[in-house]
């Protein structure tokens, strides 16, 4: 069973700068008990989508249905079968971890025993135990937002709106949250993940889609998507070569600072070589999905249009 289907879904914005098409007929589809990774640079529709699928804005035109309901019609019915971390969330800065928790599960219809007891649960994976009884005042911001994706990930709610929600955090604490994340997952949430954090995705998803300027790219497996890529290999020279000399090698980007080249094992030693004769520092790894992911937009996850919605 799917359990997100859109169907030629747009979403147009009219203002003083002209008219703005933040979504444009996107299709796709989240199986039942999927950990789903929806990837873009900001201003590429992601928020947009999220927001129409959580019953929180109306579509221009086209659909979206949420285990077969659709969104519009039955906002109320889609409402209680999710959560959502979204990506402007702030906690209430007097309550604790703790109380964030509970007082949540209690207004979505939990019982006191049962409340404390998922608490202390989500709490304990989320690495939040010494935490749990500080205001969120004095919180720093990544522990503010542990509260927040703790408090969406302990209704174990059957779909999961996750909008950058290891935004800030250390990677020590990112990962603990990946572990939370995967057992949500495991109990049979459906999870829609979004992130700037390829490296998340990549670890996470199952399946993941991409999406630029309000069209979707790209829906499939990390490993598929990285296949298109034909290149095997990435090297990162810390200066010492110019992208002109390494275009016969494969594809060059230049990013941060740093030439990337994306190549064939069988030119490794040669291009080795030549970085050690130039005394020139060298990062040889496989292909990953942030290359994929330049390869596909040709621009990388964190370059920054402005926003499509205003």
């Excluded at 700068?17 to 589809?29: E, H, I, K, P, Q």
């Excluded at 500080?134 to 911001?141: N, T």
């Excluded at 080795?272 to 390869?295: C, D, M, S, Y």
Aim: charged fraction near 25%; aromatic fraction near 6%.
């Amino acid at each position: 069973m799917e359990a997100l289907v859109s169907r030629a879904l747009s979403k147009t914005y009219r203002g003083s700068r002209g008219t703005v098409r933040a979504l444009d007929a996107v299709d796709m589809s989240i199986a039942k008990g999927r950990l789903f990774a929806f990837l873009g640079r900001n201003g590429a529709g992601k928020t947009t989508f999220i927001k129409i699928a959580t019953a929180l804005l109306l579509p221009t035109s086209g659909t979206v249905e949420l285990f077969g309901v659709d969104v519009v019609d039955h906002a109320r019915e889609v409402r209680e079968q999710i959560a959502i971390v979204p990506q402007e969330g702030k906690p209430f800065y007097h309550l604790t971890p703790r109380e964030h928790i509970v007082e949540y599960l209690r207004v979505r219809g939990a019982t006191g025993e049962s409340a404390k007891n998922r608490a202390q649960e989500v709490l304990q994976g989320m690495g939040l135990v010494q935490y749990q009884d500080i205001p969120a005042m004095v919180l720093s911001g990544g522990l503010q937002q542990r509260t927040l994706v703790a408090m969406v990930l302990a209704t174990e709610a059957p779909f999961l709106f996750l909008d950058e929600p290891t935004l800030g955090m250390d990677p020590f604490a990112r990962r603990q949250v990946w572990e939370v994340i995967r057992r949500a997952a495991r109990k049979g949430s459906t999870v829609l993940l979004t992130t700037h954090y390829l490296d998340e995705a990549e670890q996470l998803s199952e399946e993941l889609s991409v999406i630029e300027g309000g069209h979707v790219l790209y829906q499939g497996t990390a490993e598929a998507l990285k296949s298109k890529v034909h290149l095997e290999i990435r090297l990162q020279f810390e200066g010492g070569f110019t992208t002109q000399e390494l275009a016969s090698y494969g594809q060059v980007f230049t990013e941060h600072g740093r030439v990337t080249l994306l190549t064939t094992r069988g030119r490794v030693p040669e291009l080795t070589q030549r970085a050690l004769e130039r005394k020139t520092a060298i990062n040889v790894g496989p292909v990953t999905l942030e290359e994929a992911f330049l390869t596909l937009v040709g621009r990388t996850i964190e370059d920054e249009d402005a926003e499509a919605a205003p």
